[in-house]
């Protein structure tokens, strides 16, 4: 059985002050919740996650990691830096990366494919934007961002990856796939993962990104394959995050 997960994405947003407000809220405001829950913060402020998340429920992860071990790269971050902090987990591919940063298909394989060998579980974003999917290739461009993945990943390894559909046309819009939708690509994600067999398939934790909030967060993750959310705006208000948390 797959854990829920429920992760925020604080993309570019926070302070010392303002993160040490939003985790004590969240800290204290968690009761009994039935998911595994998760925030990834700005590389920056992971040092006072891991001080102020110490001994809670709350695990801390990064945004982004570099395809490379360590060396000469400037403004680059390793999966063992990640490590070092404390993080368990990284997002990559996130739709906004690859678009504003042109990160391909191949390069966000080969970052989680270091997360994966440093002991961090890499977070793969998929997802088509409003024209791709208009024109009826959701499927073909969410199948591509995966298979770059498993191409360069054994089979333990990719029993050791999430994977985030996030529609970009969904994200941070207020616009959200409907549960149906969301369900049929994670339906389709889950026969591709089963290529490496069945067992796999149903290990791998799909979660849904896109304006993911209270209101609409109980529906889609009350789908079979759906297990858990990305949430990005509404991780940043504890009160949604937490009422999120409890609808999982
Ligand atoms: C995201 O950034 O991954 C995301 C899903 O954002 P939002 O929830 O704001 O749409």
Redesign the pocket.
């Known amino acids: 059985m797959r854990r829920t997960l429920i992760a925020g994405?604080w993309?570019m947003n926070g302070s010392l002050a303002a993160n040490a407000a939003l985790l004590a809220e969240i800290r204290t405001g968690l009761s009994g919740q039935s998911c595994d829950v998760l925030v990834c913060a700005p590389a920056l402020y992971l040092s006072q996650c891991a001080d102020l998340l110490a001994g809670s429920d709350i695990a801390w992860g990064g945004q982004d990691v570099s395809m490379h071990a360590s060396g000469a790269y400037t403004g680059e971050i390793s999966a063992t830096m990640l490590l070092d902090l404390g993080c368990r987990f990284v997002?990559v591919g996130?739709?906004?990366r690859r678009a504003y940063h042109h990160e391909s298909n191949e390069l966000v394989a080969q970052k989680a494919k270091q997360a994966l060998s440093s002991g961090l579980a890499p977070i793969v974003?998929v997802g088509e934007t409003l024209e791709q999917r208009e024109l009826g290739q959701t499927n073909q461009v969410v199948a591509a961002q995966l298979q770059a993945v498993l191409d360069l990943l054994d089979d333990v390894a990719v029993s050791g990856l999430v994977i985030?559909y996030?529609p970009v046309w969904?994200?941070?819009?207020?616009k959200?796939a409907t549960p149906q939708m969301a369900q049929d690509v994670h339906a389709f994600l889950r026969k591709q993962l089963d290529n490496r067999g069945v067992e796999i398939a149903e290990k791998v934790r799909i979660l849904y990104?896109?304006?993911?909030?209270p209101e609409n967060a109980k529906e889609l993750l009350a789908m079979v394959d759906i297990d858990g959310?990305?949430?990005?705006?509404?991780?940043l208000k504890s009160s949604d995050f937490l009422a999120i948390i409890n609808a999982a």
């Open positions: 994405n993309k997002i996130h739709s906004e974003c985030a996030e969904a994200i941070g819009t207020g959200t990104g896109g304006s993911m909030k959310g990305l949430i990005g705006g509404a991780a």
